[in-house]
């Protein structure tokens, strides 16, 4: 009796096997060593039943073709009468492109023969290394990197171009070249690296201006340069515009809090102004309200001055807009503290339209410049705002 192995690794016994027969297969390969990688992965996903050796062993492999032709199939042809060797299926795998230009090539021999010129050497030797590899060198990128940028675009190879866009976002984008490569962007539908170097030729206009690359795009591009100079215009408005709305914003929070002063000034007192049954403290603590103090010497000087007359004092007639703003602001005026109040909600029954609109205005973009929606003395506001 013999032992043989069946497919599970098992022994068992079995007759005697005849002379002249045929001899038993061998068992079949056991489990993969533990040096090996357990289960294949494709888009992040294991697949059952496969297992790989380190991917830097199959880049080696690659690299090793490449660098001696081995078989080689295709030869490419270069600036400076310089060739490279490589296959036809691995290039027409890797671009589309590259396998259309494979086809109707003619053949020489037992090779193909393409040509790729108008770039250096060097550059289409790192391209065709990256269809094998899809590996580069740092210091190949740095001196390459608008080249195989070109280069990736024409013969349709994503994965390159979007390294080569990266590579240029994260540090090899400079003053020098941004006009350069601006122009390389838009030719080679790159929209977001054109729109990266648009900002900084905007936010670099000076320095950018008088560089090589500036005064190239001058001679051979005239429209690109004109219409830069347009989006500098327009981007130079622009901040002209947010600072208008910064200093106006700035204004509107000084009424607001001018406003809130007011109000604590003729409710609580502050200091030595405030309501007559109110008695200050000698040792008062600091006041919160940062307008209190200006507007404390205004009601002060108000309350003296001869000339209250609007028009008369320029003093007065601020204060005069104050208290016809909070007026119009103010939530209750039977309740309210602040001179004047109910007289003036009266007479804006009787404005004109045209002054009617313009405070309107005002108070929308006092009341949108600060939350007051927390202030009980400005809810009237907010409400006929929403009315409005």
């Known amino acids: 009796m013999k032992q043989i192995i069946n497919l599970d690794g098992d022994c068992k016994e079995s007759s005697i096997v005849p002379k002249g ?8 390969p056991g489990p993969t060593t533990s040096n090996s990688q357990k289960g294949l992965v494709m888009n992040g996903s294991p697949l059952r039943g496969y297992s790989c050796v380190s991917t830097n062993v199959a880049n080696d492999l690659w690299e090793r073709l490449f660098d001696s032709g081995y078989r080689a199939d295709v030869t490419i042809n270069t600036d400076n009468d310089s060739t490279i060797y490589a296959h036809a299926n691995i290039l027409g795998m890797a671009s589309p492109v590259m396998r259309g230009i494979l086809k109707q090539s003619k053949r020489h021999g037992r090779r193909r023969s393409i040509k790729i010129l108008g770039v ?7 391209f065709i290394r990256f269809l094998y590899s899809s590996c580069y060198e740092k210091t190949d990128m740095e001196d390459y990197v608008l080249h195989l940028l070109v280069l990736s675009h024409v013969f349709v190879v994503p994965q390159l171009k979007h390294e080569c866009e990266q590579q240029l976002e994260q540090g090899l984008l400079t003053t020098e070249n941004v006009v350069d490569i601006f122009q390389l962007a838009l030719l080679c539908n790159a929209p977001r690296l054109s729109l990266i170097c648009h900002r900084m ?21 005239p429209m690109l340069e004109k219409e830069l100079l347009e989006s500098m215009i327009d981007e130079d408005n622009k901040q002209k515009e947010r600072i208008r709305k910064l200093n106006e914003r700035k204004i509107y929070l000084q009424l607001y809090e001018a406003m809130e002063a007011l109000i604590h000034i003729c409710r609580d007192g502050c ?29 002060r000087h108000f ?26 602001l103010c939530a209750d005026s039977n309740v309210c503290r602040v001179p004047l109040c109910r007289n003036f909600k009266e007479k804006t029954k009787k404005q004109n339209k045209k002054d009617e609109i313009k405070w309107k205005i005002l108070v929308k973009k006092i009341s949108r410049t600060k939350s007051i929606r927390g202030a009980p003395f400005f809810s009237w506001a907010i409400s006929s705002l929403s009315n409005n």
């Open 303 to 328: 309350a003296i001055c001869k000339l209250r007359v609007p028009g008369k004092c320029i003093h007065c007639k601020r204060m005069w807009q104050l208290l016809e703003l909070h007026s119009r």
């Open 21 to 28: 027969a045929p001899p038993v297969p061998p068992p079949l």
């Open 120 to 126: 250096p050497q060097d550059a289409v030797r790192v």
């Open 201 to 221: 030729i905007l936010k670099n206009f000076v320095t950018v201006s008088i560089s090589e690359g500036w005064k190239v795009m001058k001679q051979s591009h």
């Open 271 to 299: 200091r030595t102004i405030g309501p007559h049954d109110k008695d200050f403290k000698e040792n008062q603590a600091p006041c919160s309200y940062t307008a209190c103090k200006g507007l404390e010497l205004l009601v």
